[in-house]
């Protein structure tokens, strides 16, 4: 049972498709465009390679060029090859450039031997310079390194990316025929992205390297390569588009470049103008383009379906009018789409077969309208019978011309209606009751609750006049301020004004500075805590060497005798020399070292100690024998 849901899984995974998570839009190009143009003033020889050539990939005219040709000309390093490939790159890029190495020849040598990342820079830059490429050898080089036992999935990309820059040939099949082995080893992540990675370094150039090979080296359409497999690549370098790196900038672009112009070219979508639409102008705008932004001839795009969620279908498979540059659009006008939030996914496909068609890219739009009020009541009643004092009828957007006033005995009543622009209930997101004092400006904010039916606001004078009013007495300007995502404007309603009166005189308004200086922090250091007297540490000294100082004496009076010291011959006096090391050793340990240190020297001096003290202690016994 278990082999048949497995195989099921197997087959609904590999039914699934990859979508594009993204585009690399205008927007994101001109930023790219404004990272080459700062790279370009650099002094760095690769960051004005990458610079100049990504500059050449977005067909942008390149600023300054003669002044950045000088500069690769003074930073070139004539010993290093791949100093000379990237000035030679740049040169090449800047178009009116010329970068003169005496001893390039030489230094581009292609070596047997190498590893594949200077190979490609050797040939890279003898094209570059215009120097002959000796095909064979660098077949042979590549070959080596791609079959070697040090191999890695870096060298094996530049091996496929040097293999792309000369002539085909029989000596660099066995090269071409590993792009179908070298997609096994991509890491996947989240499901949707694809890279290579190579050790702790950046996968991007390495990602990047491989596939601006296996493209051009497979005509564009590389052996074992699955069309999921080239939209995931995709979404790595899309994930990586917000980047300041001129490098990874260029890889990115010519990477894009190179698939977007391959047999596996996705299509990606996008909106097109705003998700937020009046509900009278819905009016659904998308594009559908390839990697770079760029309109694709052939294309169909189809609204699959556009609800809410538990709703019923507003609308499912309806073709979508195109129109210049990639854009497609449907109008809902006359279909009265209720004001909300609906999910739409759409499908794109092409009549060319190089172009991977889009299964679903889904989008939320909200369709909005105008908010009115009705049925506006203000009362003020009384605060403990809830008897009406006074009751005012109130017309949006017309203030009340009556002069009201109340006291901290009463409170304030709010009652209204929301309705969209064709007459039908709505709620609001946030909705306030702004009452301003006209003399001190002085705000306060209210929330008015929404029910079933109506929106009410309330205060309770009495219990508000000193926390929320301050007892501060006087006119006050009353605002309904509300707003929400489905509205198209906000509202902000000042419908009257009203004279309060509270028992008191407000508090003082203590004035509190939000910006300006602070008072200096001064940080107080512990202070140290009293030591004892001299007298109390000179005595402590002897107390602690006491012991020591009649060990001598007891000695002295007993008599022990010291004549056999010398007895011992050499081990006696090693023996000696050890046990004084090891006593010194501790009161450096005391004094200064730690327990590590005095373990190790411990080690050194106490193995010694003792064979010496064994020694001397046999001879001794010997000796007592006789």
């Not at 296996?214 to 564009?220: D, H, I």
């Not at 609001?428 to 904010?445: C, W, Y």
């Not at 240190?597 to 411990?602: E, M």
């Amino acid at each position: 049972m278990w082999r048949v849901a497995f195989a099921v899984l197997a087959l609904v995974a590999s039914a699934s498709a990859v979508s594009p998570i993204g585009v690399l839009s205008q927007a994101d190009q001109t930023r790219l465009g404004n990272v080459f143009s700062t790279g370009l003033q650099s002094s760095d020889v690769a960051t004005i390679h990458y610079s100049a050539a990504g500059l050449g990939l977005l067909g942008s005219s390149i600023s300054g060029g003669q002044d950045a040709c000088n500069r690769l000309k003074k930073n070139v390093n004539a010993e290093s090859a791949e100093s000379i490939f990237h000035a030679a790159s740049a040169a090449k890029a800047l178009g009116n450039c010329k970068v003169d190495v005496a001893n390039a020849d030489s230094v581009l040598k292609i070596a047997v031997d190498a590893d594949s990342l200077p190979t490609y820079h050797a040939v890279a830059a003898r094209k570059a310079l215009g120097l002959p490429v000796d095909a064979a050898a660098v077949a042979k080089s590549l070959t080596a390194v791609i079959h070697g036992s040090k191999v890695s999935i870096a060298s094996h990309g530049y091996a496929l990316l040097a293999a792309s820059l000369v002539a085909k040939s029989k000596d660099l099949e066995p090269v071409v025929e590993t792009i179908e082995d070298v997609i096994n080893f991509a890491d996947e992540y989240g499901g949707n992205v694809l890279q290579f990675l190579h050790y702790d370094q950046d996968g991007l150039p390495v990602t990047a390297a491989i596939v601006n090979a296996m493209f051009p080296l497979s005509g564009g359409s590389p052996a074992g390569v699955k069309q999921d497999q080239v939209v995931m690549l995709a979404n790595y370098f899309l994930r990586s588009r917000f980047t300041g790196s001129a490098a990874d900038g260029y890889h990115i672009l010519s990477s894009l470049k190179t698939i977007a112009s391959s047999k596996f070219s996705p299509l990606t979508m996008s909106m097109s103008g705003s998700s937020s639409l009046p509900v009278t102008k819905a009016l659904v705008k998308v594009r559908a383009t390839n990697l770079l932004d760029q309109a694709v001839k052939g294309v169909t795009v189809t609204l699959v379906t556009a609800g809410q969620q538990d709703e019923e279908e507003l609308m499912a498979d309806t073709k979508l009018k195109a129109g210049d540059n990639g854009e497609f659009s449907i109008d809902l006008s006359s279909k009265n789409v209720p004001r909300g939030a609906y999910s739409f996914k759409f499908s794109a496909s092409s009549s060319d077969k190089d172009v991977v068609e889009l299964e679903e890219f889904s989008a939320d739009i909200s369709f909005v309208s105008g908010i009115k009020l009705s049925g506006a009541q203000f009362v003020i009643l009384d605060a403990d019978q809830g008897v009406k004092a006074k009751s005012v009828s109130l017309t949006y957007p017309n203030a009340h011309g009556q002069k009201l006033s109340a006291d901290h005995h009463q409170k304030l009543s709010l009652t209204f209606n929301v309705q969209d622009s064709e007459g039908q209930a709505a709620t609001l997101h946030q909705v306030f009751v702004q009452m301003t004092h006209k003399t001190s400006g002085q705000e306060m904010f209210f929330v008015a609750e929404g029910g079933d039916e109506q929106y009410k606001f309330e205060v309770n004078l009495g219990t508000a006049a000193k926390e929320s009013f301050n007892s501060n007495s006087g006119d006050y300007d009353m605002t309904l301020i509300g707003g929400d995502g489905l509205a198209s404007e906000a509202i902000s309603w000042k419908f009257g004004s009203i004279s309060l009166s509270f028992p008191g005189m407000p508090a003082a308004s203590k004035s509190k500075v939000q910006y300006g200086r602070r008072p200096e922090i001064k940080h107080m250091f512990r202070v140290p805590e009293k030591r004892p007297a001299a007298v109390v540490s000179n005595a402590f000294t002897l107390a602690v060497a006491a012991p020591l100082l009649l060990l001598l004496g007891l000695w002295m009076r007993v008599g022990v005798n010291f004549s056999n010291l010398g007895k011992g011959g050499l081990d006696g006096i090693l023996f000696l020399c050890g046990l004084s090391a090891i006593m010194a050793l501790y009161g450096y340990f005391w004094l200064a070292s730690n327990m590590f240190t005095t373990l190790k020297y411990l080690t050194v001096v106490g193995i010694p100690t003792f064979v010496f003290g064994n020694r001397l202690l046999a001879s001794m016994a010997a000796s007592s024998d006789k």
